[in-house]
Structure formats: structure tokens, C-alpha cells
């Protein structure tokens, strides 16, 4: 298996760190509390160990690791590897931007669930040379039935492009052709179609894997240095033993999308060695698309050297054209903890949204069988048995490594969530974009990474918000990161994305930048200025508990910085103003509020527009606020999702945090440890500035700018006291090493009733009732 040995260190290196943790703390006793002993913050899923994905695991004669790095190359142990990416199965077309790509779909699957609208995403290609013949593997992203999908791979070169076996409506030069599919293999002389031979196929489906052996006979490249190799993979007609070609719309057997202009239209949906493809295409696929449509992929290829093969030779080719890049845009592949179905979901999958609602796979769901309830809504809250629109087990996202080498600690991070049905890829804008502005600091270089969130129209709930965790701990897998400069930012609905899970988990996130985001969710632009602010639903039904601005007093200890338009199309200041009041009323919160106006006040506009060095003075180093003495946490049983590892119960050295009502109520615990010597920051009145930047989209963008920043809190004499005020609030564990007070501490409780308070390692809960309790057993400064 590919990641045993990972998997067994990752659990060594938890166990390790547990151990380290509880070190020199009292032995619990049975009854006590120990919930806080856990060698990661925030929500479980975030430190979980790398999850196994079939479609990354080795078998038989195949050993190396894959890259992981979508559309790289690579020689390991004695093979060549191509990976490709997810999602770009899209065959012909034109490449279009949001919103247009979630409505218009250039190839469309066949309406037959069984094909799960990915059958032809072609993950990796990988060959080896054996003694009498060459072996080839391709990984499919999805595999319910083997003969759904073929692939033909071209081996060596021509004078000219031939046309592709099977009706596959292509050309590619090659000596020799290859076609795969189900169990069976032809080889054909690519000038003639002459049979050359047979070719033994094995298929592991639970793998989703098909490995063909080209006996030497038919083609035999040892010795050679410039193999040239090229592949495409499409969708097969069993019944007539050819490529099922793209009509202009999809049925149950057959694939639709094909350009009306077009005769013969390409049967291929995926092609390999698609090197160049730009970063800011929404799925990677622009030249594919635009060759698939000409029927020539003859720009597609590779040359591999099997004499490097042949000697063992180990090349990652680290950032030369086609090799593994260490530094810049990475779009990379993980495997997640989840798959309640392969591929994409479909329109029979549980947890349909309700009828009008847009999603990024489905466009606009008018399906009215498929739901009691009737929503306009971008988006929905899928959860539990739901299936999200990217579904699979693989998922993806973009990271951006800049050229200056990490620090000591490791590179600061910022994690942006896009918004809705948006891809991380179509963040990118060249030198003045989100990835260069913030990554290429001088003096504070930080690896900005842009998640896929299973479609990015889940809101952060259910495998949605999981994902940003996934990723988050595949990138720190991989790359030397900070795990106390992490920042979390986002727009419009990931922008309510990202202050829900730093609002949900704020000892994750030593900052937060929210870029014009919504406040309940799901939501609709423009009708949410109403929609969004009455006390019941209208015009969308709302995911109960979703609203944010209660959830405030969370941040007590995260600075964080917002940006509204004054003018927005989409998200009525009425909506981002609620929060910038919130934040004026009370004397804690370190914050910045950026009111935009003119063209940087439309919200298309104004999170795109290379403004961002209205940001990067604010974000610094991205270090945040120390272990805090005062911790004040909203709980929010709503928005636990367990089965995907997120239940927010957390903040710092408080967890365990649990309501006592059992509504789904909010509670709210405050707790001060006099250990830490320090008394609250002082407050601070408001201030307000009004500025004015360059952008791309104008010249000039007037903003107004609210802020606090908190000073340095003054020095206080130690006290073994922790002063707690709870809020329908049931129980709650301090980790008294954490709080700088010890097992005999002084707890002064308020709580406007019972609440069970557990100190770890410090024997039973203590037991409190409602009003203001005073349990003194040894009141001792701490040294």
C-alpha cells in the first residue's frame, strides 16, 4: 500500500506528541474530563493522518509514489508517471468563465448514474520497461463499471497526425496505437490499423486502475532516449466496439455537448501530458478544449527516456517544463477522509438542494420532485448523508509557494476559500493577484493556498468545511508552514465561509480577512437585503443557526480585517454593516472595517481588483494574538458536523464546551486566568481614516476605514484564579497547564445555571449552580 508506512508514522508522531503533551500532569481519574489532551487545535479533522485513496495505492510490479501534483512528470523506481488532474474531463469547447461554466457544460456524460458524470478523468498515466514487454497503468478518478471508458495511448512518432483507432475523431502522430478498454487491448500499426498483436489487460477496479502490457513484439522502445507518448480517454460504445461520439445533448447512453457546427465531433473528454495548460482556467482544461474541438491533439505528448528507466534513475525534474514545481503555482492532489459516492454527484444522489437553487455542477435545480421546499439560493448546506457536487475521494487545490526560502518556523499561510461555484484557479490574475500580493512580501514571504471546498457552494458545512481542514494538513504535509501565522480569508460566500470556520475554530486562525461576505447562509445576491435581514425566511430557507454576527465575541482574541461596498450589487451594506457595528459596540475586538465605494464598491469587482495592498500592511507576518489569558466562546451546536470531524467545542485552552439546553441554543463561556499576569487591553475609541488605491479595474478606489487595535495588556500580580461566566452553558474543561494555574486554583463561576467545570488532570468536574460560586481550596501566587 502507497501510504503504509506514512500512516504508521503519522500515528507514531501523534502518539509521541500526546505523550509530550500530558507529561508532567496528575494522573485523571476515571471520572474525569480529559478531552483537552489532544496534540492539535481546532476541529479533529485537521489532524487526522493522511487519508488512503484507492486511485493513489501501488499493487504488483508498480512501486513509486505519484506526484500529486497535477499535470507533472516524473521518473521513480524505475517508472514514468504522468499525473493528471480532476475535473477537467470536459472534452471540446470553448473555456468559459463564471457564472457561464456552472450554467453552459461544453461535454456532458451520458444521464446513466453509472458513469457519475466523471467516467473519463484520467488521473495518471504511468509506463515501465519489463524484460519482454512495456507496461502501462491508468488510474481513472472513477470506476463503477470498467467498460464504460477507454483510453488509447499513441507510442512513438509519424510524419503527420493520424487518425486515432475506434472512431475517436482525432488525429495525434504516432508509430503505434494502443486502445484500451474493459478488459480487453488492441495494438494497431497507427499507419495502417494493422493488427500488431495482443496485449494482456488486468483491471483493479476497487483501484480504479487498468494495466494493458504492450509486448516488445509489437513495439519495443529499450534503449531508446525520446520515446515519444501521448493518450486520451474517452467513453466507450461496447456494443459496437468504438468510441461513443458527443451528440448535441446527452441521453442515457450517450454523451452530449458537442459543438452544433462540428461533424465529427472528438470523442475524447480527457487528454495526458497537457503541460502548458494555464493556471487561470477554472478546471485546467483551456487548450484542451481548444485542441478537442480542431480534432488534433497532436501538442499533447511526452518524451520519456527509457534508459533512465532502465538504470533506476530518480528525476522529479523539479521545476522544469513537465517536472514537479517546488515553488509557485502547485495544484495539487489529496486524498480526503470521505466519499459517500465517486465522481460527481448526480441528480438521484440523498441531500438534493431544494428547487431554485444554483449549484456549480448542476447550474439551477428545477427539479421540483426532487424537494418539498421551494429556495432561491446560490448554493446549499450539504450535510450528512448529502453528497456534495465534487464527490469522489480525490480532491484538489492551488497552492502557491513563494521563491523565497521559508523561514525558521516555516512559511505564514493564508487560506482562500473562493466563492460560490468559484475554482481556486480563477483567483489567479497575474503579478497583481491574491497569490503574488500576499505570498511575495519582502520580508514576510507566505504560501497562499486557494481550496476547491467539493464545489465551493456548500457554505462550510459538511464535507465542504472539512475540506478546507484537509487541505489546510495536506499542505503542511508537504511544504514547511507556520502553524501559528494561519490566516483564513475568503469572498462572498466564502467569505461566510471563512468567518464561519474562524468563528467555529478560532484558535486555528491567528487572523481572519473576510472579503465581503454574507452573514447567513445559504443566501441569493441582490434579493438578500431583504432576504437575509427579516427575522423569518422568505424568499430562502436558511440553514438554522447559520447567522454569524452572534458568533462575534468568539474572535476575542483574532484580529480580523473586512471589506464591504457601500454601493453593492450583491451584498447589501446593510448586511456587511451589522458586523462593523458589532465590532464598534464592544471595547475587544481588534479589527478593521473597509468600506469601498465606486467601482471597488461592486462586489465582482472589488475583491478582483488587485487591491490588496489596502490588506497587506494589516496582515504583517500573519502572527496573531499569543496563548490569551481572557477566552470568551460562542457555542454553536448547529453547526457541529461530527461525522466529518467538525464540532466546534474548542477555543485555546478551554474544550468540552457543551450548551445546556438541548434547542441547539447558543451559549457563551468567559473565562480570565489570573495566571498569566496580565490584565485586558485597555480599550480604545474607534478611529476612521479615509484612503484612496490603485486597482486593475480603476485607477482610483476610495474606501473608508474603521479600526481598533488593541495594545499590549499591562502586567498584573499572578493569582491561581480563573473567573468564568457561563451562559446556558452545561460543562466546560480548562487545561489548567494551558491557563497557567495549577489543580488547586480559586474558580470564581457566575452561570445563570448548573454547569459542570472539569480542570484536566485535576480529578472530578466540579459541580456549580446558578449565580455567582466562589471554590477557594489554595490560593497561591503562581512564581
Known sequence: MRNSSRWQLRCLTVAVALATATAGVPAATAAEDTSSVRAWPGPEILGEPEAEAPQLDNTGIWKADPTQVCMSSAYREGEFLYQGCLWDDQGAGLDQDWPVNTLLKTYTYPTDPAYRSNAADLVELRTKPLQDATAFRVTYNTMTDPGLVATTIALGDSDKPLPAPHGANTVMPAQVFVTVHGTTADVVNAA??????????TVDKERRQVEVRV????????????????????????????????????DEQHPGGASADVVDPSAFFDVAFRYGEPMDSAWRDRLQKAALLEGDISRFHTDVDFTKLAEGVDDDMNNKPGGVPTHGYIQRIFPSHFELAQGRRQPGDPGAPPTGTFTQQGGLNLNLTD??????????????????????????YLIYVPDAPAPTGGYASLTWLPGYALTPNEQVAGEKDLFHAVGDRPGAPTAVIAVDGRGNDGWAYGQSGASTFETMADAARHYKLDATRRVISGFSSGGYSANKLALQFPEVFSKAFVCDGLDRAPSFPGLNGIGDTLPVDTITQHEPGSKLTPLLPSRRDQPVMEWAGANDDFIPYVITRE????????DFYDYEFITWSGAAGEHLIQCNSGLWDVLTPWLGDGVGVPTPAHVTYVRNPLMDDARFGLVGDRSYWLSGINTRSTDGSLGTIDVFSKGFG??????????????????????????????????????????????IDAKNIGAVTVDPKQAKVDCKAKLRVTSDGPVKVTLTGCGAAREFGAGTTVLDLVDLPLP
Do not use: I, M
Open 192 to 201: 495502417d490499423g494493422k493488427k500488431l498483436g495482443s496485449a494482456p489487460v
Open 678 to 723: 496580565v490584565t485586558d487591553p485597555t480599550a480604545q475609541a474607534q478611529k476612521t481614516t479615509v484612503g484612496a488605491t490603485e486597482g486593475t479595474t480603476s485607477p482610483v478606489n476610495p474606501y473608508l476605514r474603521e479600526y481598533r487595535h488593541l495594545p499590549t495588556p499591562q502586567s498584573a500580580t499572578k493569582a491561581n484564579e480563573l473567573v
Open 371 to 396: 424537494s418539498s421546499e421551494l429556495s432561491g439560493q446560490f448554493g446549499w448546506a450539504c450535510r450528512e448523508d448529502c453528497v456534495p457536487d465534487l464527490a469522489g475521494r480525490l480532491q484538489r
Open 215 to 250: 509486448p516488445h513484439s509489437a513495439y519495443d522502445p529499450t534503449g531508446r532516449h525520446d520515446v515519444r507518448l501521448a493518450a486520451a480517454a474517452g467513453l466507450w460504445d461496447r456494443d459496437n466496439d468504438r468510441y461513443l461520439v458527443p451528440r448535441l445533448t446527452a
Open 579 to 586: 458586523r462593523a457595528d458589532a465590532y464598534a459596540r464592544s
